[in-house]
């Protein structure tokens, strides 16, 4: 079936340094991928999104990168801050059957002043 | 804006009985979908509903039903609970039938005795 894998369940950087966040996904067919960040007690927050046309997509201090040739998305935080702290979500989706999201289990970013 | 915004906040329930969650979407959102979040697990799609339909159903059991009315707002119902359907429950919102990124709302924390 359908899956998305982090390969790191835990990354820990320093403040100021920045964050590479990886994600590998399975299905071929997926069209869409979108990173969320989860801090204890809430809902997943949206962070970025991008389609399978693009290869980059660039947002407010974070960039989203997608290798469909490997099959693989990452999410690069600039100059991490202790705010950035939490868990983070790939997930993945075939537009065509109205965004119905397959999510991996997660990678915990600590970030250390 | 207020954002999605889900009710109750936190729920106990014992086994067997049968639940009721709702959920309201970002204003201009025309799209609901549930999703279930295990205790250190990624969300995982329950179902989706669009123009009062459900259109999209994951791996769960005919216990888990839904209902989306005019004004776009959603229900999530679930019916004999288990134990194992103690869980963060999160309902997405997102608009033009889908196809744009999904905002999610705090949850609901359901516990079943």
């Known amino acids: 079936g359908e899956s998305v894998g982090l390969h790191l369940p835990t990354l820990s950087v320093q403040e100021g340094d920045n964050s590479i966040i990886n994600c590998a996904y399975s299905n071929s067919a997926s069209d869409y991928f979108i990173w969320y960040k989860q801090e204890s007690g809430k809902g997943p927050q949206f962070i970025i999104d991008i389609r399978s046309n693009m290869d980059k997509r660039q947002g407010q201090r974070v960039t989203v990168l997608l290798n469909k040739t490997v099959k693989h998305l990452s999410l690069q935080i600039a100059a991490t801050q202790p705010g950035d702290s939490a868990v983070y979500f790939c997930a993945e989706a075939y537009m065509e059957y109205g965004n119905k999201l397959v999510f991996g289990a997660g990678t915990i970013l600590r970030v250390k002043s | 804006d207020a954002g999605v915004t889900q009710s109750p906040t936190h729920l106990i329930k014992t086994r067997g009985q049968q639940v009721t969650l709702r959920c309201s979407p970002k204003?201009?959102?025309?799209?609901v979908s549930w999703y279930q979040q295990a205790l250190g697990q990624g969300p995982q799609f329950i179902f989706q509903y669009y123009e009062e339909e459900e259109r999209q159903r994951g791996n769960f059991p005919d216990r888990f039903s839904g209902h989306q009315f005019p004004n776009y707002s959603s229900e999530l119902n679930v019916n004999a609970l288990l134990l194992g359907d103690s869980a963060l429950y999160l309902c997405?919102?997102?608009?033009?039938?889908?196809?744009?990124?999904?905002?999610f709302g705090p949850g609901t924390r359901l516990t079943v005795l």
């Open positions: 204003s201009g959102h025309d799209t």
């Open positions: 997405a919102s997102s608009s033009d039938r889908g196809r744009k990124p999904q905002f």
